[in-house]
Nanobody, 115 residues
Framework: QVQVAESGGGSVRAGGSMRLSCTAS????????MAWYRQAPGKQRELVAT???????VYADSVKGRFTISRDNAKNTVYLQMNSLKPEETAVYLC?????????WGQGTQVTVSS
């Protein structure tokens, strides 16, 4: 089974920046899609950004212009650069890798944005 692991979470003040990393293990794997989701307490999980191996990057409207997703295919790693963070964006950020139509999820990394 593909292993997915996120890192880079923590606490930051409003207006600050943070970069998250997500790595899918195994050099033999080439995920079709890698994406970032987030889930705040009491709220549904929502897509933040997705980056397919082929195709267009998609961002949630709320993060356009502030967040940037990128991918290092050689390392099976996806990054999420988050700028101008807002307190309401406090959530567990989860990464998923899609391989042969199967979704593999990381455990998530907590991002806390303080006012």
């Amino acid at each position: 089974q593909v292993q997915v692991a996120e890192s880079g979470g923590g606490s930051v003040r409003a207006g600050g920046s943070m970069r998250l990393s997500c790595t899918a293990s195994g050099s033999m794997f080439d995920p079709d899609v890698m994406a970032w989701y987030r889930q705040a307490p009491g709220k549904q999980r929502e897509l933040v950004a997705t980056i397919p191996s082929l195709g267009s990057i998609v961002y949630a409207d709320s993060v356009k212009g502030r967040f940037t997703i990128s991918r290092d295919n050689a390392k099976n790693t996806v990054y999420l650069q988050m700028n101008s963070l807002k307190p309401e964006e406090t959530a567990v950020y989860l990464c998923t890798a899609v391989v042969s139509f199967k979704h593999y999820w990381g455990q998530g990394t907590q991002v806390t944005v303080s006012s």
